[in-house]
């Protein structure tokens, strides 16, 4: 008897198949005239794979996300980095009602594996893609500065500078200096330097000696005395996942 094909699984499997070869990321229009596929079914799909993390969305274009990474690297649940760093995320963001991220570099972008934002917290939409505000981003920050010296090198040729507010770095010089600071500091700021009214507070997550994701806490009108406390509570928490992360090694 011939196996019947399910038309919506099969339509997923050619979107990530799509995109795995797009690494620029497309459109929903591009998308759907690729495939073939209707407007609604498109969206439908691509909404349903954002929102579990197989895609990432980056100024409407998507691209692959980080949990068709895990699954294709056959990630046990156990050592799964969005496993181990979801739970503690949300009770720090929800303690100091601040939103919080899980974000990853890849290709010269950021790519936000979680996002949480604890109700009554106020942030500012991201309204750049995630490649010409790395040097604006505490997280592009705290990411390069503990990247190998390689893959930095590489990371600071992608780099625009590009301003958006009076705050923002605009030379490579200051932005070496200030990512002296974040490895002397243990976390990276973003004063203000994307949107004149955000602060971003971000620290890594390492495994097996290297920082492979930074956790990430923002909100509007942040007191600059506040900054130093937040970011040991910051640096506490991933303290925290890194060492779960080395015991799951471990075994």
Known sequence: MKMKVNRTALRVTEILRLLAESPEGLTLTEIGAELGLPKASTFDIVQTLKKAHFLRESNRRYAVGFMAHE??????????????????LADLADALNMAGSLVIY??????????????????????????????????????????????????????????????????????????????SQGYAIDNREFNKLMTCVSTPIFRRQQAVATLTLSDLQVDPGDVPGIAERLMSTARVISDALAREDEK
């Open 71 to 88: 699954v294709g690297e056959s990630y046990s649940k156990g050592k799964d980095l969005y496993g181990a760093t979801q739970p503690h």
């Open 106 to 183: 890849e290709r010269g972008t950021l790519n936000y594996v979680i996002e949480h934002r604890p109700i009554g917290s106020i942030v500012s939409p991201v309204t750049s893609n995630g490649m010409d505000f790395v040097h604006a981003s505490a997280s592009g920050k705290s990411l390069i500065a503990f990247m190998p010296e390689q893959r930095q090198r590489k990371a600071l040729s992608l780099l625009t500078f590009k301003q958006f507010t009076d705050r923002t770095i605009q030379n490579m010089i200051d932005f070496m200096e200030e990512l002296e600071r974040i490895r």
